[in-house]
């Protein structure tokens, strides 16, 4: 009866580091799927950005960070900084669209 409790405490302690490390692992699995979600739309907003005849996309630079997509660079008028926002919004999987593009 005396070697129950701590039999019983090592495997307490087994399990909780046991699912410790698999929340870590499932936290670094969810995190690497959102990396490539984001850089999936990335990609899906410089293509449809590259379909506009309207905009000159090697000027746009985009990323995105958890849905969030920020578009930078310059455009040559007020309407292209529009369109190019339009545009993105488009994409799957975009939750917003951060537009800090510049006139040239």
Same mark, same amino acid.
């Given at each position: 009866?005396?070697?129950?409790?701590?039999?019983?405490?090592?495997?307490?302690?087994?399990?909780?580091?046991?699912?410790?490390?698999?929340?870590?692992?499932?936290?670094?699995?969810?995190?690497?799927? $959102? $990396?490539v =979600? =984001?850089?999936? /739309?990335?990609?899906?907003?410089?293509?449809?950005?590259?379909?506009?005849?309207?905009?000159?996309?090697? =000027?746009?630079?985009?990323?995105? $960070?958890?849905? /969030?997509?920020?578009?930078?660079?310059? !455009?040559?008028?007020?309407?292209? !900084?529009a369109?190019?926002?339009?545009?993105? $919004?488009?994409?799957?999987?975009?939750?917003?669209?951060?537009? =800090?593009?510049r006139?040239?």
């Open positions: 009866m005396r070697h129950w409790k701590p039999a019983a405490a090592l495997l307490a302690a087994l399990t909780l580091a046991v699912t410790a490390s698999g929340c870590a692992s499932s936290g670094a699995v969810e995190e690497q799927a $959102r $990396r =979600d =984001d850089a999936a /739309i990335t990609s899906g907003v410089k293509a449809a950005i590259g379909q506009a005849p309207e905009l000159q996309a090697a =000027d746009i630079d985009v990323a995105t $960070r958890e849905g /969030i997509v920020q578009l930078s660079g310059f !455009v040559s008028s007020a309407d292209n !900084v369109t190019a926002a339009s545009v993105a $919004r488009t994409v799957k999987g975009v939750k917003s669209v951060r537009n =800090d593009l006139l040239k």
